[in-house]
């Protein structure tokens, strides 16, 4: 067995070790619908989950609510805009008390522009749409780091390190939901200057938290994830010229096959659907 053989499969042990008989705790951020709903969905048939989904309205979400039903036990909701540093704040110090770790974040929730349409052309940029589109893509994602950032540090979550003293250490993932359009050198089309933006500021945000997160004893794994045009209601104006158009189920269930297999030395990439690295 080669190095990189020997590392894989001790990473792939490492990572069930970290399963067995502990409950891994889910943030989904942003599930009211669309791709963010059906992470609850997937994440909460596994075993040993404890999904917490957070969205703005928990009593208007219908998705939520129905599988509240089915699942009781292990599924919580907490109200949480982005836009609010004060609810993330809230939600983040229920968290604490209630699980006092956190294993897996997905920062979902996004906006294409405020009037639910990208921008053509220069002309109809506003800079009041680019900042609601920037708060909600942007910065509300970076708070919610901000302020779950000691109880990822916790988790024991989805990768196993091996650490100096030989000790098994096991960090815990923070994956940003981007967009290829947020890819600077891949833009060949132009237009979308707002939803552009933001993910391409995500993205460097996400580099970031690699860094900082990086550091120290206890790790935390981030990255950017685009999920391919998916059928929710933010493609939905621009259906009728997608050649492939995803299912949320089919999406989702790839990006947890990137996430699943993700190491250490994966912090600070921005992936697509089905693995592959993508140039910022
Ligand atoms: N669908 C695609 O083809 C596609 C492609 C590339 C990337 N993505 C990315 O994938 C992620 C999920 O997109 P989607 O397709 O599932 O979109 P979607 O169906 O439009 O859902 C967007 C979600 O974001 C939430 N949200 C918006 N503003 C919020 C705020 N201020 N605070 C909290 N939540 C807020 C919405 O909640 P409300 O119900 O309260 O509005 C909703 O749950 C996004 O980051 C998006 O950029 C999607």
Same mark, same amino acid.
């Given at each position: 067995m080669n190095s990189n053989e020997s590392e894989?499969?001790?990473?792939k042990i490492c990572r069930s070790m970290a399963g067995i008989g502990k409950t891994t705790v889910c943030l989904i951020q942003g599930a009211s619908r669309g791709i963010g709903a059906q992470y609850c969905r997937t994440l909460i048939g596994r075993e040993?989950?404890?999904v917490i989904a957070s969205c703005r309205k928990?009593?208007?979400?219908q998705e939520l609510l129905e599988l509240k039903k089915g699942h009781p036990d292990n599924l919580?909701?907490?109200?949480?805009?982005?836009? $609010? $540093?004060e609810t993330i704040a809230s939600a983040a110090s229920q968290v604490e008390k209630q699980f006092g770790k956190l294993d897996l974040l997905i920062n979902a929730a996004a906006i294409l522009h405020p009037s639910g349409k990208g921008e053509t052309s220069l002309k109809t940029t506003s800079a009041e749409d680019m900042l609601q589109t920037f708060e909600t893509n942007t910065i509300g994602p970076l708070m919610v780091a901000k302020h779950f950032s000691k109880l990822l540090s916790k988790g024991e979550g989805l990768i196993g390190t091996q650490s100096s003293?030989?000790?098994?250490?096991h960090a815990?993932?923070?994956?940003? +939901?981007s967009a290829k359009?947020?890819?600077i050198s891949d833009n060949g089309l132009g237009g979308w200057y707002s939803y552009r933006m933001s993910k391409a500021a995500l993205n460097m945000a996400t580099k970031n938290l690699s860094i900082e997160w990086g550091r120290g004893q206890r790790k935390t794994v981030c990255i950017s994830l685009h999920p391919g045009t998916v059928d929710t209601d933010l493609s939905r104006p621009y259906h009728k010229n997608v050649k492939t158009l995803f299912s949320t189920e089919h999406s989702v269930n790839m990006m947890l096959e990137v996430i699943?297999?993700?190491? +250490?030395?994966?912090?600070?990439?921005f992936f697509l659907y089905d693995g592959s690295v993508f140039p910022f």
């Open positions: 894989f499969l001790e990473q040993n989950v404890q928990p009593n208007a979400s919580l909701i907490l109200p949480l805009d982005v836009t $609010e $540093e003293d030989g000790s098994q250490k815990s993932v923070l994956v940003n +939901m359009v947020g890819s699943d297999s993700l190491s +250490m030395s994966d912090s600070g990439k």
